[in-house]
């Protein structure tokens, strides 16, 4: 257990809980670090389309039968930082036909091919490691959110739903990697 990692990933936590986009959020948090370069990418992994919707998601997006849900594992990327792995089911008729095209053909991460619409982000659950669990403990700026303690969880992982003009279009589990909070502990701000 390395303690001065205790800080970033509590500060990592409460910076996604807050947001509205993981993808934005992410993209400032390296930015203001100096982590990587240029814009975040999604590195897709060949296991896209593998997988199926988990129960929760199946309960927060409420698919009908005649809509088609779509997986896209990936790892969010800026520069050679890898920054998360995330699992996403998204409802390809309920985007805009612009993010459509963009998941479809390019690396463009969710977040981004969502740019420009009234999205929104309600994280259902972090899960973090059971020591740094602990120190939440009295922290009332964390809103409603389910938070556990998982004894496999090296940072923290968060599951949530995206909404486009309100409409429930994604869910989605990210697990931030090692590498992105090692990076964030050693840089000074």
Known sequence: MNTK???????????????FSVTAALQVWCEVRGLGEGDLFADIHPESGQLDLPSLGVDLLKPR????????????????????????WYIPDRLPLQARILLDTT??????????TLQNRETFSAVLPPHIMDRFNGR???????MEAGEGVPVLTVR?????DTVPVSFVEERIRPELAELSADTRL
């Open 5 to 19: 990692l205790d800080p970033i990933i509590l500060h990592l936590c409460e910076t996604l809980l807050t947001t």
């Open 65 to 88: 039968s005649d809509e088609t849900v779509r997986h896209r594992a990936i790892t969010l990327t800026r520069g050679d930082v890898p920054l998360l792995d995330a699992d996403n």
């Open 107 to 116: 690396d463009t991460p969710f977040g981004k091919a969502l740019e420009g």
């Open 140 to 146: 009332t700026r964390i809103r409603q959110t389910v």
């Open 160 to 164: 949530g739903i995206v909404t486009v």
